[in-house]
């Protein structure tokens, strides 16, 4: 399903049902997407929602069936935030009879990322372990003090894709004016809902009307689009 009109996108996926009765959210989003504009709406996505732009959202977790009671309980994390569009690899290796090893990233990583970190571990003995050559042509290279010693390592590096380019973050940025003294959230700061941003663009939709409709699912609220 593709959405470019936000009203139509959420009657289209809401009247999509898989053979349980759920609604399906498979959408192919090209415009703003946000958790805000129909906060109210109770769904299960047990589809794709691809978004072609940024997806902002107040807080990002992911929600499972606990892998050891998924009959009777869920499991959840949170995302891990960083101020920069960061990439995250990781691995064990072990160097061979001289200390030596060679980590080859994937042949796409030097394309995606720049700017580039590094942290290694020794694994299992006492040891020393340090990165003897930089990351090119999509490799590393590290040394040991000693011969086949493990060693965890992880790199990240700062995306610097087209995408990424297109889409800059801004870690800190100022209210335009008619958004200050404004709330996304204004009851985590004490005031009442109607000093939300989300209120004052669309009252009619902020209403409570949870008393009226029947809930689609009770655990699960669905994102909104905005």
């Known amino acids: 399903m593709r959405c470019r009109d936000q009203i139509s996108c959420v009657a289209l996926a809401l009247s999509t049902r898989n053979p349980l009765g759920l609604p399906v959210l498979d959408i192919e989003f090209t415009g703003k997407f946000s958790h805000r504009r129909m906060g109210a709406v109770d769904a299960t996505d047990t589809g794709d929602v691809r978004i072609a732009g ?16 998924p009959g009777n309980k869920y499991l959840s994390h949170s995302s891990v935030e960083s101020q920069d569009m960061m990439n995250i690899y990781n691995g064990n290796i072990t160097t061979n009879t001289q200390g030596n090893a060679t980590v080859v990233l994937p042949d796409y990583f030097e394309a995606l990322n720049g700017d580039f970190r590094y942290q290694l571990t020794v694994i299992g003995r006492r040891a020393q372990a340090i990165v003897t050559s930089e990351i090119k042509n999509n490799r590393f290279s590290i040394n040991t003090d000693h011969p086949d010693v493990k060693v965890s390592w992880q790199v990240t590096g700062i995306r610097q894709d087209a995408s ?41 939709d902020m209403h409570d009307r949870r008393a009226e409709r029947p809930r689609l699912v009770p655990y699960h609220r669905a994102a909104s689009m905005e």
Do not use: M
Not at 172 to 199: C, D, Q, S, T, V
């Open 54 to 69: 940024r997806l902002t959202a107040g807080v990002k977790t992911f929600r499972i069936d606990h892998p050891l009671d």
């Open 164 to 204: 990424a380019k297109a889409f800059p973050s801004s870690v800190e940025e100022e209210k335009p004016e008619a958004e200050r003294g404004l709330f996304l959230h204004p009851e985590h700061f004490g005031y009442p809902r109607e000093r939300g941003i989300a209120f004052t663009r669309h009252p009619d």
